[in-house]
């Protein structure tokens, strides 16, 4: 049938959430720190990178100095939050109607309740495993400093490894529910349905009557397939970037673009918080 391929969009959206989580773990590879083993002391909000040994003083580092590296991460971290907000769009705008085209009636309800549940419950686990991941050291490797605990201030708790979860997940399913199919065996009985209990959509009612009237019509549509023969062909050999830009034309309307912002803005806002 006629549309997109909701299941590819969905697992695009999907590879972009797993990208969004790649690049929030970057600040923990690639932005300098000091060296957290050899920490000696804190003066005046100052990491001192030399352990006082043999009554030798450490050195202690600039604040002002990791301004760049703060920026950076900065950015990165609202770049990655760009990723998973129009991944997660992609979700929220392609698999409620991939459900309702797929699904019967009677168990339409429990697909979007577990749906939406999910979308409740997954955050609320997110921050229990976040809290318990905070109780180990940045680098689990190495270890913690000497007489340096969860409860101190100068703690860092390892909040990278909660992306690269996120990231593996994603990474597994991208495939198997790309691989869905456009229509699932059975789809066209499971509309005719619809159709007769009266709860398809005003855009479902249109497409069924258009088809009805295309059927009715069928010797002048097979003439007017001959005479559009030539335009057909032509557009087969159309460049992929075409066919690509058609296709972010198509899914960008005005309305899933403030959706986009809205759940953007509104996930920024909660990451911020939460810094």
């Known amino acids: 049938g006629s549309g997109p391929h909701r299941p590819r969009i969905i697992g695009a959206g999907l590879f972009?959430?797993?990208?969004?989580?790649?690049?929030f773990m970057v600040p923990h590879f690639v932005v300098q720190t000091p060296d957290l083993q050899s920490l000696g002391s804190i003066t005046d909000g100052a990491a001192c990178l030399g352990?006082?040994?043999?009554?030798?003083?450490?050195?202690c580092a600039d604040p002002s100095g990791s301004s760049s590296h703060h920026k950076l991460s900065l950015f990165l971290f609202i770049l990655a939050q760009l990723f998973w907000s129009f991944g997660s769009t992609c979700l929220w705008i392609h698999g409620p109607v991939y459900l309702d085209q797929n699904v019967t009636a009677k168990h339409m309800n429990i697909h979007l309740g577990v749906m939406y549940a999910s979308a409740a419950l997954g955050p609320a686990f997110g921050y229990l495993l976040s809290g318990q991941l905070l109780n180990m050291w940045v680098d689990p490797e190495k270890g913690p400093p000497p007489n340096l605990t969860p409860t101190s201030s100068d703690w860092i708790?390892?909040?990278?490894?909660?992306?690269?979860?996120?990231f593996c997940m994603a990474m597994v399913f991208v495939g198997p529910i790309a691989c869905f199919p456009k229509q699932i065996p059975g789809t066209e009985a499971i509309r005719k349905d619809k159709m007769r209990s009266n709860e398809v959509t005003s855009a479902g009612k249109a497409k069924a009557k258009a088809e009805a009237e295309a059927k009715a019509t069928v010797s002048e549509a097979r003439q007017n397939d001959l005479a559009s023969a030539g335009n057909v062909n032509a557009g087969d050999g159309e460049r992929p970037i075409?066919?690509?830009v058609k296709a972010v034309t198509a899914t960008l309307n005005g309305v899933r673009i403030f959706n986009f912002l809205a759940s953007s803005t509104e996930a920024f806002a909660v990451g911020a918080a939460t810094v």
Request: glycine share 20%; no cysteine; charged share 5%.
């Open 242 to 244: 075409g066919k690509l």
């Open 51 to 59: 352990a006082v040994t043999n009554g030798t003083q450490p050195q």
């Open 157 to 166: 708790g390892a909040w990278w490894i909660g992306y690269a979860i996120t």
């Open 16 to 23: 972009l959430a797993g990208l969004g989580s790649l690049i």
